[in-house]
């Protein structure tokens, strides 16, 4: 038996691999396939665009797959029936972050346009159309709303008066002289099944599995290891510079005078706490890379 896993195409690709890579699954993509190998044999992977993930697990082809919740949403906005799929998952990385996006109303700098009412009877690019609509009508505001193929963000003023457009930091946005006007929806990736699928123990077992990964792949994203030696006279001070997942880990040692410390720390703090430790008697300190962190 296989699991049929969509892996998404387009700008979470190499982000989804290589946390794949991180949680112990090798993905191997070829510019002339769209159906990637991986090394473990009861998974078979196949790219697909994100904005079409949410359809085709929907429908069966595909037992499971990564995708936003925007995707999912403008799904369920349409022809999609809602209560098909369920999130096994919430899983916060992007393209540039390990974090969440923002689709937001933008509109050009110099323009008088300050909230959605203020487009009454405006045209508006996106390519979230669905749930763009449903914003407007929440808001009790008649536009139309047109379906963008890209480059969203050089319309406004010629070719629309607002768009709707996914960001992570707002340069992009910042560079075409367009102002952030409201936030339509926050969207991270979900891991999605079928309830079809689910309701085979195998699959279950299996999905479940895969999720337990990836978010021990996330947990880890951005913290190390840290292990050292202390005199027990001096293990007071240490443990009072570490900052601890849970609480570090003392260990005795042959010489009944030293414990060993291991913890995890931020890796950004790494820098600054070494030399702090070294001057609070801490010997042999080593700090490790983690691919996982199963809480």
Not at 22 to 45: K, L, M, Q, T, W
Not at 112 to 130: C, N
Not at 221 to 234: A, K, T
């Amino acid at each position: 038996m296989t699991l049929k896993l969509g892996i998404p195409k387009g700008s979470l690709e190499d982000a989804t691999i290589h946390l794949f890579a991180r949680a112990g699954f090798n993905v191997y993509v070829s510019a002339r396939s769209y159906f990637p190998a991986i090394d473990d044999p009861e998974i078979e992977c196949m790219l697909i665009r994100a904005q079409e993930m949410a359809r085709y697990v929907s429908d069966g082809v595909l037992d499971a797959g990564l995708t936003g919740q925007d995707w999912i949403a403008e799904h369920e906005a349409g022809d999609g029936k809602t209560g098909v799929l369920t999130s096994i998952a919430d899983l916060i990385y992007a393209k540039q972050s390990f974090g969440k996006v923002k689709w937001v109303l933008a509109a050009p700098e110099d323009s008088p346009i300050r909230s959605a009412q203020d487009l009454e009877g405006k045209t508006i690019a996106t390519e979230l159309v669905r749930v763009t609509r449903a914003y407007f009508a929440r808001q009790r505001v008649n536009v139309k709303v047109e379906f963008s193929w890209g480059a969203t963000e050089v319309k406004p003023p010629m070719l629309a008066d607002a768009i709707v457009e996914v960001t992570e930091t707002g340069s992009s946005l910042r560079a075409n002289r367009l102002r952030i006007v409201d936030t339509v929806m926050e969207s991270n990736t979900q891991f999605i099944a079928n309830n079809t699928a689910l309701t085979d123990p195998w699959k279950r077992t299996k999905l479940e599995n895969i999720a337990l990964l990836l978010k021990a792949a996330i947990e880890a994203h951005g913290r190390v290891g840290l292990m050292l030696n202390v005199r027990r006279s001096d293990l007071a001070g240490v443990l009072a510079l570490l900052p601890a997942l849970q609480r570090p880990t003392i260990s005795a040692l042959s010489d009944e005078e030293w414990v060993a410390v291991n913890t995890i720390i931020e890796e950004r703090t790494v820098r600054d706490l070494i030399p702090r430790l070294k001057s609070a008697g801490a010997q042999g300190i080593v700090e490790y890379p983690l691919n996982k962190i199963v809480l």
